[in-house]
């Protein structure tokens, strides 16, 4: 198995850790999955940030320190997973939106209740399900063996980006912000349509 991504990797700003995340492995007991899809969640001027109006009891999480997972419930449903990124005290995340099954396919299918295909991983919310994941993972330290973890994978030369999702209340430049990134030829990826290749790639 390749190497724990150190919390060094994490106490940068939110764009850059999603850009590198692409290609990294989320690890949890015999689930393996290549991350395809991420979401970038600034500190400090970003309005679609949750943490924009101060710290609360459902954000304290994503406050740090960074590389903990910040999970939350959406729509009573979905737990949605996010990588704390930054320094300490900032509010600031990578949303994993989208993943490729690489171990652990059964599992996978069982939580999903059946779905094969990229609809199994293509969805904040999927994933969630897919790792077997509550709210009792915030908090968690994914540079620590064992549990939830996230490791090296191999590189990811280029890149797509466009807007992010669900996120009308943000204001229009952080709305149509490329911060949404996701890798290209992959069918493990959400809302394809909105995405572009990035000239940063």
């Known amino acids: 198995m390749t190497d724990l991504l150190p919390p060094s990797f994490y106490a940068r700003d939110a764009l850059e850790v999603a850009a590198d995340l692409l290609g990294a492995l989320l690890c949890r007991e015999q689930v393996v999955l290549r991350i395809t899809e991420v979401e970038a969640y600034r500190w400090p001027e970003d309005t679609a940030n949750h943490g924009r109006h101060g710290r609360t009891l459902r954000n304290e999480a ?61 969805g904040p919310g999927k994933v969630g399900a897919a790792l077997g994941l509550d709210l009792s993972w915030n908090h968690h330290p994914l540079y620590e063996p064992g549990g939830l973890e996230v490791r090296r994978g191999a590189p990811v030369k280029s890149r797509l980006a466009g807007p992010r999702v669900g996120i009308a209340y943000a204001r229009p430049e952080h709305r149509d912000a490329p911060w949404r990134l996701a890798i290209p030829d992959s069918p493990w990826v959400s809302c394809r349509s909105q995405l572009q290749p990035s000239e940063e790639s």
Not at 69 to 76: A, E, I, S, T
Not at 92 to 98: D, G, S, T
């Open 62 to 122: 994503l406050w740090g320190p960074p590389g903990h997972v910040y999970l939350y419930l959406c729509y009573g449903i979905h737990h949605l997973l996010n990588l704390v990124t930054g320094e300490e005290g900032q509010a600031a995340a990578v949303l994993i939106r989208a993943c490729e099954p690489v171990a652990g396919l059964d599992l996978i299918q069982r939580r999903r209740r059946g779905k094969i295909g990229p609809s199994l991983l293509t």
